[in-house]
């Protein structure tokens, strides 16, 4: 079994949801997690989470929403995380190409949902794009108030920044970003990061992998992505499945 450890199935419609979950899970791909992207959007993947088995739910502010509206304290974080099918914490970060809120705001998002990781224990799903100084700077102040788990999702950073979050007990998710013809460094990275870290995902309905790119992307198809990790990595597609769904339990220590 491969899981998806980030997808967003509150951007399906609502009668055809339950589809794109049969899919996943006839391609193979039998859990997924659904993330969160603003306090009043939690009670979407919520709901999805109770009424999917396969299905678990993160909540967070995405950095792109870190400007719609108040962000959350520590304390109302940890309290939305307060949910048997909620697993992490995110996703929250710095996103500096969008540039959609100050990156002041987006700072100050991050730091505060790093630090409801660490007040949960659940892992933090962080999203980095043309940010890796700030990442890393952030990452190593936060840590020194105390360790919390976390993955980088949808990596596509530069080797360094993964070197780094892999030294503060980082995970590592690759997307179908991985796929992509012109994603030689990263498949490059990909090879050598260490094993007990890879995770994959599909950040669906975005980034289809190849042979699909270009289609709407959908949590089944993170079987393509896992088969081109397992290639880089000199692996079998079923040795990779078995050690990225074993380092996915080994983070998201809820999801049972
Ligand atoms: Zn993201
Ligand atoms: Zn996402």
Known sequence: MIIDSHCHLDYF?????????ARAVAAGVGRMVTIGTSVPQAAAVKALAERFPEVWATVGVHPHRAAEGPMPTVEELVALADHPRVIGIGESGLDYFYDKAPRAVQQEGFRRHLRAARATGLPM???????????????????????????MHCFSSSPE??????????????????TFPK????????????????????????LAPVPLRGKRCEPGYTVHTARVLAEVRGM??????????????RLFTKAA
Request: negative net charge.
């Open 13 to 21: 419609g609502e009668e055809e949801v339950e589809a794109v979950i």
């Open 125 to 151: 799903c962080i999203h980095a794009r043309d940010a890796d100084a700030d990442c890393a700077r952030i990452l190593a102040e936060e840590r020194a108030g105390g360790a919390f788990p976390f993955l």
């Open 161 to 178: 920044l993964a070197e780094k979050a892999v030294e503060m007990g980082g995970y590592i998710s690759f997307s179908g970003i991985l």
């Open 183 to 206: 994603s030689a460094e990263l498949r490059a990275l990909a090879a050598r990061l260490p094993e007990e870290r890879l995770l994959v995902e599909t950040d669906a309905p975005y």
């Open 236 to 249: 079998s597609l079923e040795a990779l499945a078995a050690v990225t769904t074993a380092n996915f339990h």
